[in-house]
């Protein structure tokens, strides 16, 4: 009975996450008549290759793999659903929707097929996202432990460093100047990561999408539909007009989101090579300088804190981004599909699926926006904390901060306002607010009989909702985005700064000797 109650209450826990930087082995061959050996190490199990007296060690950026097969399928289903084919097929289908709608745009099952397609494809994008999300929390988690980890190390050595006499002078301004000049010269031949032209554009794209202008206009849009609202008699059709609008909308957010996600993932993987190629160099000196063998600490990342309301919040995230939600999802359609011919296969049969799906979808954009910007807050104090382990560093080594002399990002009036917009509709009483206006409309619907207009009702609102909490999801990656690159290069930037004290103490101490 108690592993079924751990089973049933793992979903949603944010627990702590350890890890421990490869240790670097320093090797030392035997040459000529010197009978030196190799060095004694530890942890054997973190190089990756040991042959005929050689070591090759973990010196980039290696993503932990997950143990169970299914995980790495599903993250292969999360990575190719933000691929270009995907996306680019998504859009073909969009343009064929709406060639098509020449001829038969007056029809309701033209209208209804976008809604009802929307509605299944943002129910799986929701599911997709949601573990997006969590794999990308987890390998930010992972990577400050990490960077940690080997701080520690650095701190610890550098000590040693200091100890013996061997560090640069602190008040010596001709040191300090040639620390600075070789600092820049190594950062200029460093050659920093740019994004592809192509890569350049998706940016550009998100950043519009995103806009605060963007999400005005928005509304714009909405209000002016409501202002032929009497024009139009409230029909049906006046409601299926803006329903297909904005269905055809959020399918190509959620596509969208999902490529912007994935592309700006692997170009981030191009920082952490870079990153931790210059942090593993750093370790390999000052352990060749040093002779110590101490392995990297494991550095644990508490688990952040939350409400029990959060933790419900996130129990349900968790259910949705092992694709439960998706395999309800397909019983649903084959219970719909069995009832179509009891319904005459008429547009309160085709409404109906869509309703499903769409107020399910709602709660998870809600639900998917709070999880965006909780995750992110715990993402940005564990960065914190490795950026003091680097503090420490630098000052055990008595260094200026090249970090404190970079351009820091500063946001426009216009991204505050969005940030602020984005947190308010992140909170968790307004997931909260959203379960009650679905339960609302449930009540609605089931007054009005589930008529069309009562599945609309279901549709529309649901549908004019989600579209704008995607937007601002688009809103809050770019956001995101600008802070954790940030975040990064400022780490690149004092590893190249420790780096090139450690060759100038090096460089000194061979030419005492």
């Known amino acids: 009975m108690g592993r079924f ?26 040459s000529g008549d010197s009978g030196n050996d190799k060095m004694a190490v530890a942890e054997i199990t973190e190089v990756y290759s040991k042959d005929n007296g050689s070591v090759r060690n973990v010196t980039g950026y290696v993503d932990k793999q997950k143990d169970r097969r299914l995980d790495r399928w599903l993250d292969w289903v999360v990575w190719a659903s933000g691929s270009e084919p995907v996306f680019l097929f998504i859009v073909a289908g969009l343009l064929t929707w709406a060639l098509v709608g020449v001829k038969y745009g007056e029809t309701d099952s033209w209208a209804v097929m976008i809604s009802d ?21 987890d390998k930010m988690i992972r990577l400050t432990a990490t960077l940690r980890s080997r701080s520690a190390s650095h701190q610890r050595m550098v000590r040693t460093v200091q100890a013996r006499g061997e560090g640069l002078a602190r008040d010596d301004a001709d040191t300090t100047i040639e620390l600075e ?76 989101l999902a490529n912007i996600r994935e592309r700006h993932a692997l170009f981030t993987n191009r920082w952490l090579n870079l990153l931790f190629e210059a942090d593993s160099a750093v370790e390999l000196r000052l ?56 319904m005459g296969f008429s547009s309160n049969w085709w409404l109906l699926i869509g309703t499903y799906a769409g107020l399910i979808g709602l709660n998870d954009g809600f639900v998917l926006r709070n999880l965006q910007h909780e995750l992110a807050r715990y993402e940005d104090d ?84 989600e579209t704008f909490i995607m937007l601002i999801l688009i809103t809050g990656h770019n956001l995101g985005e600008v802070r954790r690159r940030e975040s990064i290069e400022n780490m690149y930037r004092r590893r190249l700064k420790v780096l090139t004290y450690v060759d100038m103490v090096v460089e000194r101490t061979s030419n005492k000797a």
């Open 117 to 137: 397609i929307q509605a299944i494809l943002s129910y799986l994008f929701d599911s997709l996202l949601v573990r997006q999300q969590l794999n990308g929390y």
């Open 181 to 256: 000049q070789r600092f820049q010269q190594t950062l200029a031949e460093a050659g920093l990561p740019q994004e592809s032209w192509l890569g350049r554009v998706s940016t550009r794209a998100s950043d519009i999408m995103g806009h605060l202008v963007t999400l005005c206009l928005y509304w714009v849009g909405i209000l002016v539909w409501l202002g032929f609202g009497h024009y139009c008699g409230w029909s049906d059709r006046w409601q299926l007009y803006i329903n297909s609008a904005t269905s055809a909308l959020m399918v190509l957010i959620f596509a969208f």
């Open 382 to 465: 564990a960065f914190e904390e490795a950026s003091l382990s680097d503090m420490a560093v630098m000052d055990e080594i008595a260094v200026a901060d090249p970090a404190s002399r970079a351009a820091g990002v500063s946001l426009s009036l216009s991204s505050r306002l969005s940030e602020r917009m984005g947190a308010f509709f992140s909170h968790e009483l307004v997931v909260m607010a959203d379960v009650v206006l679905i339960i609302g409309l449930i009540i609605g619907a089931s007054a009005m009989r589930w008529t069309v207009t009562g599945q609309l009702l279901c549709n529309v609102p649901p549908s004019l909702i």
């Open 5 to 30: 109650y751990d089973w049933l209450a793992a979903p949603g826990k944010k627990g702590p996450i350890a890890d421990a930087a490869p240790t670097q082995i320093v090797a030392r061959l035997p």
């Open 287 to 342: 352990r060749q300088l040093t002779g110590d063998d101490t392995p990297n600490e494991v550095v644990e990342v508490p688990a952040p804190k939350m409400s029990h309301l959060q933790r419900a919040i996130f129990y349900y995230a968790d259910f949705v981004g092992t694709l439960t939600g998706v395999g309800i999802l397909m019983a649903v359609i084959v219970v719909w599909v069995a009832i179509g011919p009891a």
